[in-house]
């Protein structure tokens, strides 16, 4: 019995040692959190370890996050549920059910995963597109873009670009009885980061007659250059997304290469041809004092000449990194509503592009959650809900019900 008792104690520990976390009083639901993010690490750990040992890639491992929450396209008495193709790209539209007197809203939604992870057929997402369509009457496309590393940039953006673009065709609008005068595009992450560079890129499309109303951008990613704004040196060890995590994401937007995923982890990718480039993400004046904090400006260090930034394609291009657009490029594009969250790595992309789109004229809403961490839009269904992820949910709910 003694040695049960000392065996149990001695577990529980290790167990208690292994999930805390000193996080910041302002977060909610701490041990809630440290749980979540113990069951996230461990995956993590499983995936470095099976992929060290030559078993499978670290992503396919992570992958069974997303697995997991897979739920079938169905139908209820309030919206109509049917996964389809848009230009021979799988997407899962919800309709509402009951018909209304006029023309409905959309919103084209892209979901986060840092471009190797999740899908619209995950149940926080079908939870989020579900309700968008039954108290905003809108029809809401749900993107099932191609994920890494089986796939790399431009494939994830010309997935989108190509729902976007299908679905703005004026007979396909009618087809849905849509307002054409009243499309949205959004999403969180990675998703964010995708609605943003098509938002950039679609206003440019001489066959495209509809225009983007609003864009709305949670948490998203928005730029390769700097991995050393305040933003990942306070969070950089966060639940959910650390800075480690970040990079390994973005590197595999990229390539499989792992001397890139080095660079990154060093701030080197970047080389000397480039430096004119740090003028759009220079944190030092695009963020505001209170964001700033403490932290000294010093530009990334610049690796070698045919380092990774021109010997992997895309890294610096606009449409994986839409905050390196020139201002000119900003200029009248659809008004933005960015939400951004304290304890969270992304934080200072999105206050750093909404500084910027303001400059070049675009209306823009930034919303900062003080008791935020990122991710919080996939905590919106049992067993893993938080309060934060439903005030952040009934926020993107209303402004889109005020500006859509």
Request: with cysteine; proline share 5%.
């Amino acid at each position: 019995m003694g040695i049960k008792l000392v065996s149990f104690a001695v577990v529980s520990v290790l167990l208690g040692h292994y999930v805390y976390l000193p996080l910041p009083e302002a977060l909610g639901e701490r041990w809630k959190l440290m749980m979540v993010d113990a069951c996230f690490r461990s995956l993590e750990h499983l995936a470095e370890l099976t992929e060290f040992i030559g078993l499978k890639h670290y992503m396919e491992v992570m992958m069974l996050l997303t697995v997991a929450e897979m739920v079938g396209p169905t139908s209820d008495e309030n919206v109509t549920v049917v996964d389809t193709t848009f230009n021979g790209v799988a997407v899962r539209v919800f309709e509402p059910t009951r018909r209304k007197p006029g023309l409905r809203r959309a919103v084209i939604y892209m979901h986060g995963g840092g471009w190797c992870l999740g899908s619209a057929k995950m149940q926080p997402y079908d939870a989020l597109s579900r309700k968008t369509a039954t108290e905003l009457n809108a029809v809401i496309v749900s993107v099932e873009y191609r994920l890494a590393p089986q796939h790399h940039f431009p494939d994830q953006f010309n997935d989108v670009y190509a729902v976007v673009k299908y679905f703005l065709q004026r007979d396909i609008l009618a087809q849905y009885l849509v307002d054409s005068g009243r499309v949205a595009v959004a999403g969180d992450s990675a998703g964010g980061n995708l609605a943003a560079a098509v938002a950039q890129q679609i206003r440019e499309d001489p066959k495209v007659e509809v225009a983007i109303k609003i864009q709305v951008l949670v948490y998203p990613a928005l730029q390769t250059i700097d991995f050393n704004t305040p933003s990942y040196q306070q969070n950089g060890n966060m639940p959910i997304l650390p800075k480690s995590l970040m990079i390994r994401f973005w590197s595999e937007y990229f390539s499989r290469d792992k001397l890139l995923l080095k660079d990154m982890k060093d701030n080197t990718h970047i080389g000397h041809e480039d430096r004119g480039l740090n003028s759009l993400v220079n944190w030092s004046i695009l963020l505001p004092e209170k964001f700033r904090k403490q932290y000294k400006y010093s530009p990334p260090s610049r690796g070698i000449e045919g380092t990774s930034s021109t010997s992997v394609p895309g890294i610096l291009d606009p449409r994986a990194a839409p905050l390196l657009a020139p201002d000119e490029k900003l200029r009248a594009l659809p008004r933005a509503f960015i939400m951004t969250c304290e304890f969270d790595v992304l934080r200072d992309d999105g206050v750093m592009y909404a500084t910027r789109l303001r400059g070049a004229g675009v209306h823009v809403t930034l919303e900062h959650f003080e008791d935020c961490f990122h991710g919080v839009l996939m905590f919106i269904t049992w067993p893993t809900d938080f309060a934060i992820g439903q005030k952040i949910m009934g926020r993107y709910m209303d402004w889109l019900q005020e500006n859509l």
